[in-house]
């Protein structure tokens, strides 16, 4: 199994055992975000999130040997993908973030 980067920046993972390693960018996956109003409820404004087109993300690997590492939109615009990883839960420490890698 390959993990490719492409949320168009350096990201260090955390690994088991307390491992980590810097993957550099293989791409920029990006869509474009729409909000518009959808309701108001009492003094709160509700709005309807729509995602366009996904540039720069491989199709899925037939094989299911790849996953892509992209930014949380992306993952969110491109379901029901199995094949995308979402960096969260950040952790800084000696000048750099630490993620954990979550399949959404």
């Given at each position: 199994?390959?993990?490719f980067?492409?949320t168009?920046?350096?990201?260090t993972?955390?690994?088991?055992h307390g491992i980590?390693e810097?993957?550099p ?11 518009s109003?959808k309701?108001?409820?009492g003094?709160?404004t509700i ?13 899925p690997?037939?094989?299911r040997e790849k996953?892509y ?7 969110e615009a491109?379901?029901p993908?199995?094949?995308?990883l979402v960096p969260?839960n950040?952790q ?10 979550v399949n959404?």
């Amino acid at each position: 199994m390959q993990i490719f980067n492409y949320t168009g920046k350096y990201i260090t993972v955390s690994g088991e055992h307390g491992i980590r390693e810097t993957l550099p960018p293989d791409g920029h996956a990006k869509t474009t975000i729409k909000y518009s109003k959808k309701t108001v409820v009492g003094f709160v404004t509700i709005f309807k999130k729509e995602y366009g087109r996904i540039e720069n993300l491989p199709s899925p690997d037939p094989r299911r040997e790849k996953l892509y590492i992209v930014n949380q939109d992306v993952a969110e615009a491109a379901q029901p993908r199995f094949d995308l990883l979402v960096p969260e839960n950040p952790q800084s420490g000696n000048n750099v973030t630490f993620y954990n890698l979550v399949n959404i």
